[in-house]
């Protein structure tokens, strides 16, 4: 049986609907209609996440309809800057946070899709707009994303705070390098392609409860980071990853609130390149 999650929903319909969203997010909306569901994010100008999003087709409106679902906080924004974009295209732009809901569980159900991020291993997660009385599913997603690495965007850093490789966009399938351009497009290439992301989320591990959030993250007497999101054990933070397994490789203890801390990158993850000493190459 699914879970409710506390979700906003905006609904893109008209006959310009996928072109539209296609111009804007990080995704290849234009393929919507075989997968039913992206992960996405729309990006400021310079390249950093205003919101992430998932990009759900609604199939059965008889006409072009897309709904975004994200979390409610950042709802009202994402409303006005698509109206900023709107300019002539054919599109209506409605919440309906009202009408859908939100669904989740850790096994497939009636209706389910797989998480666009993980696939299975993050769920399967789907939308209703008839009237459900299910149990909150939130500690359990928490749980789960934790145990991954996943950040959760609207919780782990704020509006403009992280350019999209920091945010992990790219291991987590939420942009396309291949498709046209969209907001934010040249400075997200520009970083994939000179390798220049030495900022990331990545996990870390302690003993007891986590550090309180945006605690410092030191490697000696070095500030490199913060603690995000956490539970007992183990949290997610935004650092220099660089700097943290370097320290790592030198036997410099990472700190945060005078405690030990560990990096525990998944394998998934890219790591930032070493940089080539002066005068030779890198290993």
Request: net charge negative.
């Amino acid at each position: 049986m699914p879970f409710r999650l506390d979700r906003a929903f905006i609904r893109v319909s008209g006959p310009d609907a996928v072109s539209f969203l296609d111009n804007l997010l990080t995704q290849d909306v234009t393929k919507i209609a075989e997968r039913g569901v992206l992960y996405a994010a729309l990006l400021s100008p310079q390249g950093k996440i205003i919101t992430d999003m998932f990009v759900w087709d609604e199939k059965d409106r008889g006409e072009p309809s897309l709904l975004l679902e994200l979390d409610p906080a950042r709802a009202e924004n994402l409303m006005r800057r698509l109206s900023m974009y709107k300019l002539r295209a054919q599109v209506a732009l409605a919440d309906v946070s009202g009408e859908a809901k939100a669904l989740f569980a850790l096994d497939a159900f009636d209706g389910a899709l797989p998480d666009p991020r993980f696939g299975a291993a993050l769920g399967w997660r789907a939308f209703t707009e008839s009237q459900t009385d299910l149990a909150d599913g939130a500690a359990l997603l928490e749980t789960r994303r934790l145990a991954l690495g996943a950040p959760d965007l609207a919780r782990d850093c704020a509006p403009e705070e992280a350019f999209a490789g920091e945010a992990l966009l790219e291991e987590l399938n939420g942009v396309d390098f291949h498709k046209g351009c969209f907001v934010g497009q040249e400075n997200t290439s520009r970083m994939k392609r000179r390798a220049t992301t030495r900022k990331k989320f990545c996990p870390v591990v302690f003993e007891g409860a986590a550090p309180a959030y945006d605690a410092v993250i030191s490697a000696g007497t070095a500030e490199i980071g913060r603690i995000r999101t956490g539970a007992e054990g183990r949290a997610i933070a935004l650092l220099r990853l660089d700097r943290a397994l370097a320290a790592a490789e030198d036997n410099v203890p990472l700190t945060a609130e005078g405690r030990e801390i560990r990096l525990d990158p998944p394998d998934w993850l890219i790591l930032p390149q070493r940089e080539a000493p002066r005068g030779g190459s890198a290993d």
